[in-house]
């Protein structure tokens, strides 16, 4: 697997963590684009500009879930099914137990990294394509586990009327008041990836998709960082599934299938998989689509099929590639 | 129907089902071997063979048995022009392979939607009626459909084994580097590679499209199987799909029957990730060249 | 560059909401499923619906108050998934503004959507079979179609004395249709004396011959579809006669004969008995699908004329409350619509006793047989009894 | 002279192929030891079996007197055994600093919560990680090298740099895989220069694969001679040169003495 990166001409962004004064440059750019468009839905106020938005965000949450296992050089097909733990086990939370909003949260992290360790353990010692393919056969087995189960799932009828999330008590399931939590829960989700990788942790997740064996002669044990890896990607994308369970207000084993794991590679490789802001980049291009070629449901999914193709192809660092090289311009580097 | 008819009876069924799905895995096993490439478009390529089928017999009235090598020239050309647009940059690059595989399978099946419409389109069967062996029962359109299965897969074993082309392919699947230094050149290989496995995968949408109905939605079914079959019989391994399908449609049979379909797919996929972890490279597939 | 170009996608989508509110017209929301299993009864609903509205438009409009609406009929496709559901029945809350559904139509989907629907206090028709789709705590959701609960007793009780069917298995889809289907036929059954059992299946199966080895394995005599989806009764019909099972195949739920008829062909679907919700030799029914067959083609299905008359009432009830703005208003106008000539011929409402609340739709329905790929009545019904 | 490396009846077989036939040999504490042979003589799958790539067949591998046997690599290196490459290996995209930096990964391994939140531990050995890295840099003399990317790197400088990287890990054993591959005299002179004063300061054991005679000669107090996977000779660089078992392995070559 480690020799994906020699093949495919990743530009000159160093995916290595450079020191401070890189920095600087390349956040200025991204907080410049970003803090302006994340106000836009309140000064617009439209319960549809709303919707969009909390759509935005919750992808994000999710995709940048993926980007941490990328990270490792593992590509999940299981994120649907992580996403899918969460929801169910934070929709149960509230439902059958009555556990306040926030906590069923962390119930939600919870039951998703648990998951994630026992798959992780069991399937991370393969390579490349087997893992993905194991990955894949996962997110099956757990559709088809939540159908089994009637009782606990709802089977295919699923979940209905999930309780409004509420925060200490004040219900927050209006647009605006969700919006702005779930705004904050993904400035969150950022910041919580952002410290991971500028960590000692996030050098060795470099280290061992840079040079897997060299990584090994320095001491770094590859299975634990790996499994550290998935299971913090899996842990956010089963946050995000809590929160969207709450949001939508039902949920279903059909609201996580391969196609939503599909949906969360293409936002991440379009937005650009080397990046922390990658995945917010994917989420707040291809989340619109749909709802703006609402009617040719068909067409919004081929310009999905052709983007992911092309990016793959002429751009591998995404969005957030030409955006990090726009910044290393900008201050004068290169 | 007596207790043991019953237990013959389904065991027949699974046989049936295994060779349906061996043509559907054989195409998927080929594309890997050759081209390394896991194609998550295979099913898309199994229901374009369907429609492909569909219009020769009903809109052009052909005879059925013409739709067959129509469906695999229709598909196979088209699988040539995806290999060429789609997968030639990442030749060498099986992830990037891979994922390119699904924006391959959006497009396909929404392009189907939009040209086709989402209404399931119904065929006339192969033949009608049953052909009773004893107290079994086979429908007779499954037992033309087997037979014809077979036949396409004698003509791809000949191919294979004594063709220039087969054994190229072959050889391509064997070992891509020792094959290209005896002067096969992986540029010819490869597509020819991608478009004999997609044909098949068509021929196997050909096939099975009157016994089922015909709709941009069928590829999904037959992916899961093909991806089952393969896993648990070895990727790039043929000998090994072949067992592993029968395996896989006996299993289903019975456990279907007693336990309802829902179980069955369960417990075949809980097989499939024990058999991914166990022995990644399954019953009899070649390891994978680590690094 | 990347900012401006977000800004004008939601500009875009924007502009044309904002569109459609200047020129007086009344949307109604119309989320069917399109594709997939349930598209034959979707597009058939749907068509049924802008029947309605092309007739109310050309006659000039809906005059309600001193204002004359063009009715705008406003379809997504709900895929036949309960999540889909959501999210369309959201859109059409959120950006369409809408307050008068048709639809939506699954069981599953229609309980995803209930709550959103009563926040909005939306009017909605439905023909969910599901017991759970109208009651006192939903007062806006009209039933236009009849359910098993109304039809499968008065049906079973005339199958078994007219067509001696003894030994019963019947099939359901493994979801809240399929469940709630079958509660109502296995108490039937029982009820009639017959000796009965049920099998679910997945729905989009395709293949059926382990399903059915086991059922011809259990020597039966009758196999009842109730009311999966047209297609699915197709291929089990189908596949029913290929591993030779030679005995009855009846139908009690929905209507699907063209479908069937498509699907397993005219020899296999012969003599097969279905519930027919329209006697298409009623002449007020037979002028409207011919009406239907020459705007949207041949093969109606039953459920179009169900869809045609609830909007039809529910544009009246907008009449008749005097506005199209409280939906509240609108909903007690249309439940105080009876006798209201239809194409159905008279229709009112009941379910007090059953459901809580006066919102299911009493219509005589009829038992058919299949001849030669053609529906023959043989049987009237109301809710107690069939001759 | 105290032993820390002792490999005993050490055999590896691929299938029907015998790789290692129960090699045994010892290396002591601050010795250069050179591990010679023809092609296919095993050298390198000793090497790696020590190193922890491979697991053998039989026989055991001791550090220090505890058993290293078949431990996967990221484990024996926290005994102090590192290894290099043969072909340059580095990581390519990250600066020689860092690379340096991520080699001594088992000293600033810190707690869990403390580098999540970059907490007063983890900076303190991040710095401390940093200046070790700029000490090693200085010994090498490619100090204005630090802040360009590896592997932009000349094929010479990468190869310096492999050797930082395993230093780093502070190591009291360094396994070098065929150094001198790939270099012209003159640098591999350099390299052996290098090689001994880094010994000399960090006193440290060395085991050497090599072909290069002159890299042998100028750096080994012994040497271990393996024909077909079993040890034909162990001893002191002159005694084992002399050796006729040797000298007919090498098939007749006389020792020219010259190069």
């Given at each position: 697997?480690?020799?994906?990166?020699?093949?495919?001409?990743?530009?000159?962004?160093?995916?290595?963590?450079i020191?401070?004064?890189?920095?600087?440059?390349?956040?200025?750019?991204?907080?410049?684009?970003?803090?302006?468009?994340?106000?836009?839905?309140?000064?617009?106020?439209?319960?549809f500009?709303?919707?969009?938005?909390?759509?935005?965000?919750?992808?994000?949450?999710?995709?940048?879930?993926?980007?941490?296992?990328?990270?490792?050089?593992?590509?999940?097909?299981?994120?649907?099914?992580f996403?899918?733990?969460?929801?169910?086990?934070?929709?149960?939370a509230?439902?059958?137990?009555g556990?306040?909003?926030?906590?069923?949260?962390?119930?939600?992290?919870?039951?998703a990294?648990?998951?994630?360790?026992?798959?992780?353990?069991?399937?991370?010692g393969?390579?490349?394509?087997?893992f993905?393919?194991?990955?894949?056969?996962?997110?099956?087995l757990?559709?088809?586990?939540?159908?089994?189960?009637p009782?606990?799932?709802?089977?295919?009828?699923?979940?209905?009327?999930?309780?409004?999330?509420?925060?200490?008590?004040?219900?927050i399931?209006?647009?605006?008041?969700?919006?702005?939590?779930?705004?904050?829960a993904?400035?969150?989700?950022?910041?919580?990836?952002?410290?991971?990788?500028?960590?000692?942790?996030?050098?060795?997740?470099?280290?061992?998709?840079?040079?897997?064996?060299?990584?090994?002669?320095?001491?770094?044990?590859?299975?634990?960082?790996?499994?550290?890896?998935?299971?913090?990607?899996?842990?956010?994308?089963?946050?995000?599934?809590?929160?969207?369970?709450?949001?939508?207000?039902?949920?279903?084993?059909?609201?996580?299938?391969?196609?939503?794991?599909?949906?969360?590679?293409i936002?991440?490789?379009?937005?650009?998989?080397?990046?922390?802001?990658?995945?917010?980049?994917?989420?707040?291009?291809?989340?619109?689509?749909?709802?703006?070629?609402?009617?040719?449901?068909?067409?919004?999914q081929?310009?999905?099929?052709?983007?992911?193709?092309?990016?793959?192809?002429?751009?591998?660092?995404?969005?957030?590639?030409?955006?990090?090289?726009?910044?290393?311009?900008?201050?004068?580097?290169? | 129907?007596?207790?043991?008819?019953?237990?013959?009876?389904t065991?027949?069924?699974?046989?049936?089902?295994?060779?349906?799905?061996?043509?559907?895995a054989?195409?998927?096993?080929?594309?890997?071997g050759?081209?390394?490439?896991?194609?998550?478009?295979?099913?898309?390529?199994y229901?374009?063979?369907?429609?492909?089928?569909?219009?020769?017999?009903?809109?052009?009235?052909?005879p059925?048995?013409?739709?067959?090598?129509?469906a695999?020239?229709?598909?196979?050309?088209?699988g040539?022009f995806?290999?060429?647009?789609?997968?030639?940059?990442?030749?060498?690059?099986?992830?990037?392979g891979?994922?390119?595989?699904?924006?391959?399978?959006?497009?396909?099946?929404?392009?189907?939607?939009?040209?086709?419409?989402?209404?399931?389109l119904?065929?006339?069967?192969?033949?009608?009626?049953?052909?009773?062996?004893?107290?079994?029962?086979?429908?007779t359109?499954?037992?033309?459909a087997?037979?014809?299965?077979?036949?396409?897969?004698?003509?791809?074993?000949?191919?294979?084994?004594?063709?220039?082309v087969?054994?190229?392919?072959?050889?391509?699947?064997?070992?891509?580097?020792?094959?290209?230094?005896?002067?096969?050149?992986?540029?010819?290989?490869?597509?020819?590679?991608?478009?004999?496995?997609?044909?098949?995968?068509?021929?196997?949408?050909?096939?099975?499209?009157?016994?089922f109905s015909?709709?941009?939605?069928?590829?999904?079914?037959?992916?899961?199987?093909?991806f089952?079959?393969?896993?648990?019989?070895g990727?790039?391994?043929?000998?090994?799909?072949?067992?592993?399908?029968?395996?896989?449609?006996?299993?289903?049979?019975?456990?279907?029957?007693?336990y309802?379909?829902?179980?069955?797919?369960?417990?075949?996929?809980?097989?499939?990730?024990?058999?991914?972890?166990?022995?990644?490279?399954?019953?009899?597939?070649?390891?994978?060249?680590?690094? | 560059?990347?900012?401006?170009?977000?800004?004008?996608?939601?500009?875009?989508?924007?502009?044309?909401?904002?569109?459609?509110?200047?020129?007086d017209?009344?949307?109604?929301?119309a989320?069917?499923?399109l594709?997939?299993?349930?598209?034959?009864?979707?597009?058939?609903?749907?068509?049924?619906?802008?029947?309605?509205?092309?007739?109310?438009?050309?006659?000039?409009?809906?005059?309600?108050?001193?204002?004359?609406?063009?009715?705008?009929?406003?379809?997504?496709?709900d895929?036949?998934?309960?999540?889909?559901?959501?999210?369309?029945?959201?859109?059409?809350?959120?950006?369409?503004?809408?307050?008068?559904?048709?639809?939506?139509?699954?069981?599953?989907?229609?309980?995803?959507?209930?709550?959103?629907?009563?926040?909005?206090?939306?009017?909605?028709?439905?023909?969910?079979?599901?017991?759970?789709?109208?009651?006192?705590?939903?007062?806006?959701?009209?039933?236009?179609?009849?359910?098993?609960?109304?039809?499968?007793?008065?049906?079973?009780?005339?199958?078994?004395?007219?067509?001696?069917?003894?030994?019963?298995?019947?099939?359901?889809?493994?979801?809240?249709?399929?469940?709630?289907?079958?509660?109502?036929?296995?108490?039937?059954?029982?009820?009639?004396?017959?000796?009965?059992?049920?099998?679910?299946?997945?729905?989009?199966?395709?293949?059926?011959?382990?399903?059915?080895?086991r059922?011809?394995?259990?020597?039966i005599?009758?196999?009842?579809?109730?009311g999966?989806?047209?297609?699915?009764?197709?291929?089990?019909?189908?596949?029913?006669?290929?591993?030779?099972?030679t005995?009855?195949?009846?139908?009690?739920?929905?209507?699907?004969?063209?479908?069937?008829?498509?699907v397993?062909?005219?020899?296999?679907?012969?003599?097969?008995?279905?519930?027919?919700?329209?006697?298409p030799?009623?002449?007020?029914?037979?002028?409207?699908i011919?009406?239907?067959?020459?705007?949207?083609?041949?093969?109606?299905?039953?459920?179009?004329?169900?869809?045609?008359?609830?909007?039809?009432?529910?544009?009246?009830?907008?009449?008749?409350?005097?506005?199209?703005?409280?939906p509240?208003?609108?909903?007690d106008?249309?439940?105080?619509?009876?006798?209201?000539?239809?194409?159905l011929?008279?229709?009112?409402?009941?379910?007090?006793?059953?459901?809580?609340?006066?919102?299911?739709?009493?219509?005589?329905?009829?038992?058919a047989?299949?001849?030669?790929?053609?529906?023959?009545?043989?049987?009237?019904?109301?809710?107690?009894?069939?001759? | 002279?105290?032993?820390?490396?002792?490999?005993?009846?050490?055999?590896?077989?691929f299938?029907?192929?015998?790789?290692?036939?129960?090699?045994?040999?010892?290396?002591?504490?601050?010795?250069?030891?050179?591990?010679?042979?023809?092609?296919?003589?095993?050298?390198?799958?000793?090497?790696?079996?020590?190193?922890?790539?491979?697991a053998?067949?039989?026989?055991?591998?001791?550090?220090?007197?505890?058993?290293?046997?078949?431990?996967?690599t990221?484990?024996?290196?926290?005994?102090?055994?590192?290894?290099?490459?043969?072909?340059?290996?580095?990581?390519?995209?990250?600066?020689?600093?860092?690379?340096?930096?991520?080699?001594?990964?088992?000293?600033?391994?810190?707690?869990?919560?403390?580098?999540?939140f970059?907490?007063?531990?983890?900076?303190?050995t991040?710095?401390?990680?940093?200046?070790?890295?700029?000490?090693?840099?200085?010994?090498?003399?490619?100090?204005?090298?630090?802040?360009?990317?590896?592997?932009?790197?000349?094929?010479g400088?990468?190869?310096?740099?492999?050797?930082?990287?395993?230093?780093?890990?502070?190591?009291?054993?360094?396994?070098?895989?065929?150094?001198?591959?790939?270099?012209?005299?003159?640098?591999s002179?350099?390299?052996?220069?290098?090689?001994?004063?880094?010994?000399q300061?960090?006193?440290?054991?060395?085991?050497?694969?090599?072909?290069?005679?002159?890299?042998?000669?100028?750096?080994?107090?012994?040497?271990?001679?393996?024909e077909?996977?079993?040890?034909?000779?162990?001893?002191?660089?002159?005694e084992?040169?002399?050796?006729?078992?040797?000298?007919?392995?090498?098939?007749?070559?006389?020792?020219?003495?010259?190069?």
């Open positions: 697997m480690s020799e994906l990166q020699q093949t495919n001409p990743v530009p000159a962004t160093a995916k290595w963590k020191p401070q004064e890189f920095l600087t440059a390349k956040s200025a750019t991204y907080c410049a684009l970003f803090l302006p468009l994340a106000a836009l839905p309140l000064l617009i106020d439209s319960s500009v709303y919707h969009i938005a909390i759509l935005v965000c919750l992808n994000a949450i999710i995709t940048s879930g993926l980007g941490v296992i990328v990270r490792v050089d593992q590509l999940s097909l299981a994120h649907g099914a996403a899918g733990i969460g929801a169910y086990a934070s929709a149960l509230v439902i059958k137990l556990v306040p909003f926030l906590l069923s949260l962390v119930l939600a992290a919870l039951a990294g648990v998951a994630a360790v026992l798959l992780g353990r069991l399937v991370l393969l390579k490349g394509v087997y993905v393919l194991a990955t894949f056969a996962f997110n099956e757990f559709r088809m586990i939540m159908l089994l189960l009782e606990i799932s709802g089977g295919t009828n699923g979940l209905s009327n999930i309780p409004a999330a509420e925060i200490a008590g004040l219900e399931s209006s647009k605006p008041g969700f919006y702005i939590f779930i705004a904050l993904l400035a969150a989700t950022l910041l919580v990836v952002w410290m991971i990788l500028r960590s000692p942790i996030g050098r060795a997740f470099d280290a061992i998709s840079g040079n897997l064996p060299l990584a090994q002669a320095s001491g770094i044990p590859p299975r634990r960082y790996q499994i550290l890896a998935f299971t913090s990607g899996s842990v956010i994308a089963g946050v995000g599934g809590g929160i969207m369970a709450a949001y939508v207000g039902f949920i279903s084993p059909e609201s996580f299938t391969f196609w939503f794991s599909v949906n969360t590679i936002m991440l490789i379009v937005g650009g998989r080397y990046s922390i802001m990658g995945p917010v980049l994917g989420a707040l291009l291809l989340t619109p689509l749909p709802e703006v070629l609402r009617s040719t449901g068909q067409l919004q081929i310009i999905y099929g052709v983007c992911l193709i092309a990016i793959l192809r002429f751009m591998p660092g995404g969005v957030s590639g030409l955006i990090d090289r726009f910044a290393e311009l900008m201050s004068g580097r290169k | 129907m007596s207790f043991e008819a019953f237990l013959i009876q065991g027949v069924n699974g046989l049936i089902l295994g060779a349906l799905y061996l043509l559907m054989v195409g998927f096993t080929l594309v890997f050759s081209l390394r490439v896991v194609n998550f478009a295979h099913g898309e390529f229901m374009l063979g369907g429609f492909a089928a569909y219009f020769t017999t009903v809109t052009m009235g052909l059925a048995i013409a739709s067959i090598p129509l695999f020239l229709f598909v196979a050309v088209l040539l995806c290999e060429r647009a789609v997968f030639r940059p990442f030749r060498g690059d099986e992830l990037n891979m994922i390119a595989s699904i924006g391959l399978a959006l497009i396909l099946q929404n392009g189907a939607l939009m040209l086709f419409g989402p209404m399931p119904a065929m006339p069967p192969f033949a009608e009626g049953l052909t009773r062996f004893g107290s079994i029962v086979i429908p359109s499954r037992l033309l087997i037979v014809i299965s077979a036949a396409v897969l004698a003509i791809f074993y000949v191919v294979m084994m004594h063709t220039r087969g054994r190229a392919v072959r050889a391509m699947v064997q070992d891509a580097e020792v094959a290209s230094t005896f002067g096969i050149h992986p540029g010819l290989v490869y597509p020819l590679g991608f478009a004999l496995g997609v044909g098949l995968a068509a021929v196997a949408g050909a096939v099975m499209a009157p016994l015909v709709s941009p939605f069928t590829g999904h079914t037959p992916l899961l199987k093909a089952l079959v393969v896993v648990l019989g990727l790039g391994s043929i000998p090994g799909a072949a067992i592993a399908s029968l395996a896989v449609g006996l299993i289903e049979s019975y456990t279907a029957t007693f309802g379909s829902l179980a069955a797919d369960g417990l075949i996929l809980l097989l499939a990730v024990i058999m991914l972890v166990m022995r990644p490279n399954g019953l009899l597939g070649r390891a994978m060249r680590v690094g | 560059m990347k900012k401006n170009l977000a800004a004008l996608v939601l500009g875009a989508s924007l502009l044309t909401a904002a569109h459609a509110q200047a020129e017209v009344l949307k109604l929301g989320p069917f499923p594709s997939g299993p349930g598209a034959a009864w979707g597009t058939a609903v749907l068509n049924g619906v802008k029947l309605a509205a092309k007739d109310v438009n050309e006659a000039g409009g809906l005059k309600v108050g001193d204002t004359t609406y063009k009715i705008e009929v406003v379809a997504y496709d895929k036949y998934s309960a999540s889909e559901e959501v999210t369309v029945v959201n859109r059409l809350l959120s950006v369409e503004g809408v307050k008068f559904f048709t639809g939506p139509i699954p069981s599953a989907g229609l309980l995803a959507v209930q709550p959103m629907l009563k926040k909005a206090d939306a009017v909605a028709i439905t023909l969910a079979f599901t017991s759970k789709a109208i009651g006192p705590d939903y007062p806006g959701i009209f039933r236009v179609s009849i359910t098993s609960h109304e039809m499968a007793q008065p049906q079973v009780n005339w199958l078994i004395k007219n067509v001696g069917v003894k030994k019963v298995v019947g099939l359901f889809e493994n979801d809240e249709t399929g469940h709630a289907m079958e509660a109502d036929t296995a108490t039937a059954y029982k009820k009639a004396g017959a000796t009965y059992s049920s099998e679910f299946f997945e729905r989009g199966t395709v293949d059926f011959v382990s399903l059915l080895t059922v011809l394995f259990k020597d005599d009758a196999i009842e579809l109730s999966m989806s047209p297609t699915t009764s197709g291929l089990i019909i189908k596949q029913a006669r290929e591993l030779g099972f005995g009855k195949i009846v139908r009690t739920g929905g209507p699907a004969t063209q479908e069937i008829v498509h397993a062909g005219k020899e296999a679907a012969e003599g097969i008995v279905v519930h027919a919700p329209i006697n030799y009623d002449e007020q029914m037979a002028a409207f011919a009406r239907y067959e020459g705007e949207y083609g041949a093969g109606m299905n039953g459920f179009a004329p169900f869809f045609y008359d609830g909007t039809r009432m529910m544009l009246k009830a907008m009449q008749d409350a005097g506005t199209v703005e409280d509240i208003a609108v909903r106008a249309m439940a105080a619509l009876s006798e209201y000539e239809g194409v011929g008279k229709v009112s409402w009941v379910g007090e006793e059953t459901y809580g609340i006066n919102r299911q739709i009493s219509v005589p329905f009829y038992i047989e299949i001849r030669d790929g053609k529906e023959k009545v043989v049987a009237t019904c109301n809710v107690i009894v069939c001759e | 002279m105290t032993a820390i490396l002792e490999v005993s009846d050490l055999t590896m077989r299938g029907g192929l015998t790789a290692l036939d129960s090699l045994s040999f010892k290396v002591n504490d601050h010795e250069t030891v050179g591990l010679i042979g023809p092609n296919g003589a095993g050298k390198t799958t000793a090497f790696n079996v020590i190193s922890g790539v491979l053998p067949t039989s026989g055991t591998v001791h550090y220090r007197g505890s058993a290293i046997t078949g431990l996967p990221h484990r024996i290196v926290r005994h102090g055994v590192v290894r290099t490459f043969q072909s340059t290996s580095v990581f390519a995209k990250a600066s020689v600093l860092d690379n340096i930096v991520c080699g001594g990964f088992v000293n600033w391994e810190t707690g869990f919560v403390s580098n999540l970059n907490g007063a531990k983890t900076r303190a991040q710095a401390a990680a940093r200046d070790r890295a700029m000490e090693l840099i200085r010994l090498a003399g490619i100090e204005e090298l630090a802040h360009s990317a590896a592997g932009e790197l000349s094929y400088h990468q190869k310096r740099l492999g050797l930082l990287v395993a230093l780093a890990a502070s190591p009291s054993l360094l396994l070098l895989d065929e150094p001198a591959a790939g270099l012209n005299a003159e640098e002179e350099e390299l052996a220069e290098f090689i001994r004063s880094v010994k300061q960090l006193q440290i054991a060395v085991l050497l694969v090599e072909h290069h005679i002159e890299m042998i000669t100028s750096l080994c107090d012994r040497l271990i001679v393996l077909y996977g079993r040890k034909i000779a162990d001893g002191p660089v002159a084992v040169r002399q050796d006729p078992r040797v000298v007919d392995a090498y098939l007749g070559v006389d020792d020219d003495d010259d190069a």
